[in-house]
């Protein structure tokens, strides 16, 4: 079996703005920085190579690629902080924690967001490191016996793939 790993590549900006239907004029095909998470892959055609993806497979999550402000998971791509739970993938509800970005400088994950519990292993991604867990969530994760692990949404990617049984995500794609 391959050992998953990263691979920093280059998406065509046109890839993304094809998919909204419109074509980009020539000067609007900038390369910009994917990183993919499942093997070499040809960036024009988004193509993969490898493998690595079984035990997600097993899993039913597929993360196929994440850059600045995205991430594609089971082939839909996200453009914000998405959670994971239970295999189903929705959008952040931040603005129940948006009452303590003064104190932070930055939406916190906090206690008074809806947070997926109802797993062994809670993984949250903080981007480059900018998103802040309120201590009220690691004491909360002590207290209903939910192991928490705080690692940037690339390492956090790495954890999922390695271990997604009975394991919940909230990965942050913005910084």
């Known amino acids: 079996m391959q050992a998953s790993c990263v691979h920093i590549a280059f998406q065509p900006k046109a890839a993304a703005l094809s998919r909204s239907g419109s074509s980009p004029p020539l000067q609007s095909l900038r390369r910009r920085p994917c990183v993919r998470t499942d093997g070499p892959y ?3 055609r988004m193509s993969k190579r490898g ?3 079984k035990q997600l497979e097993k899993a039913g999550m597929d993360f196929e690629a994440y850059s600045f402000g995205s991430i594609r998971i089971n082939g839909t791509t996200y453009e914000y902080d998405v959670v994971i739970d ?3 993938v929705s959008k952040r509800n931040k603005k129940p924690s948006k009452k303590f970005r003064a104190a932070f400088g930055h939406t916190p994950i906090s206690i008074e967001e809806d947070l ?4 062994r292993r809670l993984v949250v991604g903080t981007g480059t490191g900018a998103l802040p867990v309120m201590d009220e969530v ?3 994760a002590e207290r209903r016996e939910v192991e928490l692990v705080i690692l940037p949404t690339v390492e956090a990617i790495k954890t999922l793939q390695e ?3 009975q394991t919940n995500a909230i990965l942050h794609v913005t910084c």
């Open 116 to 119: 997926p519990w109802k797993c």
């Open 42 to 44: 040809y960036a024009d």
């Open 138 to 140: 690691k004491r909360e």
């Open 86 to 88: 239970r295999g189903q």
């Open 163 to 165: 271990n997604p049984e």
């Open 51 to 53: 493998g690595g993806r």
